[in-house]
């Protein structure tokens, strides 16, 4: 199985809303990765995290909070976001966090903010 | 950051080979020039990676320059599959690890 699941595809949240984005790996990678991407742009990193421990937060704002639960799961939670948050979000996971290890992606979450 | 630089567009006749350029002039000694496609509503797939020589895979070839300040992702026989936007990315080193800088990307148009 080298299949990145996300959920949900779609979501729109008010700027009030709490929601969560859920992304899954079987693979047995021991690094994840949130990326941002706006529309017509190449995707940006968020966060990566390494053997289910917090290693790069490239100064994403406090409204987004990444946890990783175990080492098949990464969530991104969202509180209190702008519409400028509307985005596309994408989750990748890698054998390790290594420079030579290739990315495995996931189709996306589509978000709106209303 | 490490940067990568690449035409906006190109286009390609189904079955010929295409060859995508990127330079990245401030690669160091120990980055790999990594490369990426996606697809319209997809996410971003893996194409092929390098370090120095030339690589080969089932989707495509890679050819290094001596120097490395440039790379070039070939594909042997261009398909409507393979339009998609190309990335070149070299990956930098973070304070945490490795991160993975997009550079804007090839978008590849592919006439039939």
């Known amino acids: 199985d080298t299949e990145v699941t996300q959920t949900p595809k779609h979501l729109v949240m008010g700027m009030t809303n709490k929601k969560s984005l859920k992304c899954e790996q079987h693979m047995g990678h021991r690094a994840m990765y949130w990326y941002k991407q706006k529309a017509k742009k190449p995707p940006e990193l968020m966060f990566v995290y390494s053997y289910e421990k917090l290693s790069i937060n490239e100064s994403v704002p406090s409204r987004f909070s990444p946890e990783c639960p175990n080492s098949s799961l990464l969530n991104l939670h969202l509180h209190a976001l702008q519409p400028e948050d509307s985005a596309l979000y994408l989750c990748a996971s890698s054998p390790t966090d290594r420079q030579g290890d290739e990315q495995y992606f996931g189709p996306g979450t589509r978000l709106t903010v209303t | 950051d490490a940067k990568t630089t690449q035409p906006n567009s190109m286009e390609s006749n189904e079955e010929e080979p295409v060859h995508l350029p990127c330079n990245h002039s401030t690669i160091s000694g120990t980055d790999y020039i990594h490369w990426y496609r996606q697809l319209p509503s997809q996410g971003p797939e893996y194409v092929i990676h390098?370090?120095?020589s030339n690589v080969n895979n089932r989707m495509a070839s890679l050819a290094i320059a001596e120097d490395r300040k440039s790379s070039t992702l070939i594909l042997h026989r261009a398909t409507l599959r393979d339009a998609a936007v190309y990335y070149c990315i070299l990956r930098d080193v973070g304070t945490g690890g490795f991160k993975t800088i997009f550079g804007a990307g090839t978008r590849l148009f592919v006439k039939a």
């Open positions: 390098g370090l120095t």
